[in-house]
């Protein structure tokens, strides 16, 4: 035997076989990604559940109570809702911070909420700016991610009147001032029977374009399910 020679063909077929065991090793590792990111996708879209085990293990700094996330949702007309009931598109980035997260604390994990106007709980919106949490108990919750277009600024000062009753009636008390003020009278008295009158009269319109549009408030909507 000569050992300084070389089969080229038994070489050709080692090689051969490597490569096709590496492109194996490859696809079988992308196939088990694509899986684990279909069963989150499927968690996300199932039922919720609390993660209470989790609290301690997890950054203090992302969990929230559930009373700051509804100061949230009533400023800006926003619904906290069970992450089945949107209708938008879950991002991968989404996808693979949950999987980090699961791969970090070594165990799948159930029970996420949206914060998204309620929009995109009936029909996606890209421009919309949802935020993906983690229900850890019935009162904490971790933020995960933020996808989506920013919020128009002026969101909050248009949703203000409809935030709650009171925001509304000193809303068209302002509204019905202004109109007040903005006619000259001759005395005090005529002004109290404009500015009363004319807020009647404003709150009166403003009833009617609420219950014909079957608009609620914020501080009683924000975690509804239902949609007018």
Known sequence: MNFNTVDLQKELVKNKNSREDLLEEVNQLFANEENKEAE?????????NFNWQLV???DAENIYTLDQIRSICVKYRLRFLDSNYF??????EAVSKIKELEKE???????FKIVAPKELF????????????LQLTENQFYFIHKWGGELNKFRSTLAFPLRS????????????????????????DVFAFLFVHSFLAICGMTCMLVFTSRQNFSDVEWDSRFFS
């Open 56 to 58: 301690e293990q997890l």
């Open 87 to 92: 209708k938008g598109e879950i991002p991968f």
């Open 122 to 133: 009936r029909l996606e919106d890209k421009d919309s700016d949802p935020l993906l949490f």
């Open 165 to 188: 009753f009171m925001n509304m009636f000193w809303f068209l008390a302002g509204v019905a001032l202004v109109f007040s003020l903005l006619i000259p009278t001759a005395s005090f």
């Open 105 to 111: 604390l070594g165990k799948p994990l159930n029970g």
């Open 40 to 48: 989150i996708l499927k968690r996300i879209e199932g039922d919720p």
